[in-house]
């Protein structure tokens, strides 16, 4: 398909998704325990989910037969924010998560800490917007994220400026991604155009990241931009120190971020490794990022509560994640044999500890490769082997990658097959699809597994002698 062509078709299925929002999106008086059942019986059910699926289908179909002849970074940047004005002026698409942070705004403005108490507590005066499960627990966000709710919802007093204003700062990310990508993909022998074509244009970018107003577009240009910053200067130390602290605003709004700090370190060396290198370049970096982090907290008046409200992610049970799917599947082939079995805490805390374990020797090959692709890597790692997956957190390793990686197939098909996952009005497609779900994910795991053993083996035998 012609390049002109693929842009009329994604902006054709961005506003067939800006109608399916206005029709039955994440509205403030929607549903809160829908189905996809109850969403066809419903007030324009089919043409609904009919839009959505179409929409999202054009969208996808665009950005995936692009993905490796961009014509020019200008017009990848141009197409994808044509893209995104129909979503931009849309209600929130696939997700309520904007309406809980109006409400741990809300706490924190009035003196509440959102990492000690619920929402329900204050009671925020839009409880009636959030999902009955998020209402009681504490907020999972970083400290930078907490303050600037509180700040909008201080400043707004109103549900619908607060979104505005939510959704202004995914925009200020998804820019800030715009800005500094090109820098990295240099760095990395990748063409410009092809990166801000995969990390911009995508699906998940516009209904997730810019509709639904997630801070992980905020996040993630943050992190880019301390990335961009690092591996322009290597070597010397306010640039290096400039870049650290970027990438601790990032873990400020989402703590998942620091997990490129060591390969940040990596990058920032001038010349080959050493360790004397790493002591000498790094520390800018890792000092910058953990002090900002620190002070952010301490600026807030609130503890490291942000740390166990990462915990509730378990309360969503979804086979999305690889070892929640296990699990399940443990489960059902117990069932089988009339045992009940609960295995989700023991491959829960496997997937924690395989990823603890790859990302040591992530970073520990990054000293002689390519850091910044090692830290796309490690991203995509903290995704998989995490208990939740929501289809938006691909976008952290999607967008490094997109400027560090030479092969895109895989994880280009990643962020298509999640474009899927979640219907319009945020009804996750994951909790009805249980079985065969789970028992399919169980059988990817496996095959994925064989074959990292096979290549590795492969690997480590010797070269033949002529």
Same mark, same amino acid.
């Given at each position: 398909?012609?390049?002109?062509?693929?842009?009329?078709?994604?902006?054709?299925?961005?506003?067939?998704?800006?109608?399916?929002?206005?029709?039955?999106?994440?509205?403030?008086?929607?549903?809160?325990?829908?189905?996809?059942?109850? %969403?066809?019986?419903?007030?324009?059910?089919?043409?609904?989910?009919?839009?959505?699926?179409?929409?999202?289908?054009?969208?996808?179909?665009?950005?995936?037969?692009? /993905?490796?002849?961009?014509?020019?970074?200008?017009?990848?940047? $141009?197409?994808?924010?044509?893209?995104?004005?129909?979503?931009? $002026?849309?209600?929130?698409?696939?997700? /309520?998560?904007?309406?809980?942070?109006?409400?741990?705004?809300?706490?924190?403005?009035?003196?509440?800490?959102?990492?000690?108490?619920?929402?329900?507590?204050?009671?925020?005066?839009?409880?009636?917007?959030?999902?009955?499960?998020?209402?009681?627990?504490?907020?999972?966000? #970083?400290?930078?994220? $907490?303050?600037?709710?509180?700040?909008?919802?201080?400043?707004?007093?109103?549900?619908?400026?607060?979104?505005?204003?939510?959704?202004?700062?995914?925009?200020? #990310?998804?820019?800030?991604?715009?800005?500094?990508?090109?820098?990295?993909?240099?760095?990395?022998? !990748?063409?410009?155009? /092809?990166?801000?074509?995969?990390?911009?244009?995508?699906?998940?970018?516009?209904?997730?990241?810019?509709?639904?107003?997630?801070?992980?577009?905020?996040?993630?240009?943050?992190? !880019?931009?301390?990335?961009?910053? !690092? !591996?322009?200067?290597?070597?010397?130390?306010?640039?290096?120190?400039?870049?650290?602290?970027?990438?601790?605003?990032?873990?400020?709004?989402?703590?998942?971020?620091?997990?490129?700090?060591? @390969?940040?370190?990596?990058?920032?060396?001038?010349?080959?490794?050493?360790?004397?290198?790493?002591?000498?370049?790094?520390?800018?970096? $890792?000092?910058?990022?953990?002090?900002?982090?620190?002070?952010?907290?301490?600026?807030?008046?609130?503890?490291?509560?942000? %740390?166990?409200?990462?915990?509730?992610?378990?309360?969503?049970?979804?086979?999305?994640?690889?070892?929640?799917?296990?699990?399940?599947?443990?489960?059902?082939?117990?069932?089988? @044999?009339?045992?009940?079995?609960?295995?989700?805490?023991?491959?829960?805390?496997?997937?924690?500890?395989?990823?603890?374990?790859?990302?040591?020797?992530?970073?520990?090959?990054?000293?002689?490769?390519?850091?910044?692709?090692?830290?796309?890597?490690?991203?995509?790692?903290?995704?998989?082997?995490?208990?939740?997956?929501?289809?938006?957190?691909?976008?952290?390793?999607?967008?490094?990658?997109?400027?560090?990686?030479?092969?895109?197939?895989?994880?280009?098909?990643?962020?298509?097959?999640?474009?899927?996952?979640?219907?319009?009005?945020?009804?996750?497609?994951? /909790?009805?699809?249980?079985?065969?779900?789970?028992?399919?994910?169980?059988? @990817?795991?496996?095959?994925?597994?064989?074959?990292?053993?096979?290549?590795?083996?492969?690997?480590?035998?010797?070269?033949?002698?002529?």
């Amino acid at each position: 398909m012609p390049h002109h062509l693929s842009r009329w078709v994604g902006l054709a299925g961005s506003v067939l998704l800006a109608v399916a929002a206005y029709l039955g999106g994440a509205l403030p008086d929607g549903d809160l325990r829908p189905t996809p059942v109850s %969403i066809w019986q419903g007030r324009h059910g089919p043409l609904i989910l009919a839009a959505w699926l179409l929409g999202t289908a054009l969208m996808g179909w665009a950005w995936w037969t692009l /993905r490796e002849r961009v014509p020019s970074a200008r017009w990848a940047l $141009v197409t994808a924010g044509l893209w995104l004005i129909p979503l931009l $002026v849309a209600p929130p698409l696939g997700s /309520r998560d904007v309406y809980a942070y109006t409400c741990q705004g809300a706490s924190y403005a009035a003196g509440i800490s959102p990492y000690e108490h619920g929402v329900s507590v204050l009671p925020c005066p839009w409880l009636d917007t959030i999902s009955y499960i998020w209402r009681d627990t504490p907020a999972p966000y #970083g400290p930078l994220f $907490v303050m600037l709710s509180g700040a909008i919802v201080g400043a707004t007093g109103s549900l619908y400026a607060s979104i505005a204003l939510f959704r202004l700062a995914a925009v200020i #990310g998804v820019g800030l991604t715009a800005a500094f990508l090109p820098v990295l993909a240099r760095r990395c022998g !990748v063409p410009g155009s /092809r990166a801000l074509w995969l990390a911009l244009a995508s699906p998940l970018v516009g209904v997730h990241l810019v509709s639904g107003a997630h801070n992980d577009a905020l996040m993630v240009g943050l992190l !880019v931009a301390g990335l961009a910053v !690092v !591996v322009s200067r290597p070597g010397r130390f306010w640039p290096l120190l400039a870049g650290g602290v970027l990438l601790g605003l990032a873990g400020g709004v989402k703590v998942t971020a620091l997990v490129t700090v060591p @390969f940040a370190a990596l990058a920032a060396i001038s010349g080959p490794y050493s360790v004397r290198g790493l002591l000498r370049d790094g520390a800018p970096v $890792v000092g910058g990022a953990f002090a900002t982090v620190i002070g952010a907290t301490l600026v807030a008046g609130l503890n490291f509560g942000w %740390i166990s409200g990462l915990e509730q992610g378990s309360l969503v049970v979804a086979w999305t994640s690889p070892p929640t799917a296990v699990g399940q599947t443990a489960g059902y082939v117990a069932a089988l @044999f009339g045992a009940h079995v609960d295995a989700l805490p023991v491959t829960r805390a496997i997937g924690v500890l395989v990823l603890a374990v790859l990302l040591v020797w992530l970073w520990w090959r990054a000293r002689t490769r390519d850091p910044l692709w090692h830290a796309g890597l490690a991203l995509a790692a903290t995704v998989a082997l995490a208990p939740l997956f929501h289809p938006w957190y691909w976008m952290w390793p999607l967008t490094v990658l997109a400027a560090t990686a030479h092969r895109t197939g895989w994880f280009s098909l990643v962020a298509l097959v999640s474009s899927f996952l979640v219907l319009a009005d945020g009804t996750g497609l994951a /909790r009805y699809t249980k079985f065969p779900g789970a028992p399919l994910m169980t059988l @990817f795991v496996i095959v994925v597994a064989v074959r990292l053993v096979r290549s590795a083996r492969v690997a480590r035998r010797p070269a033949p002698v002529d």
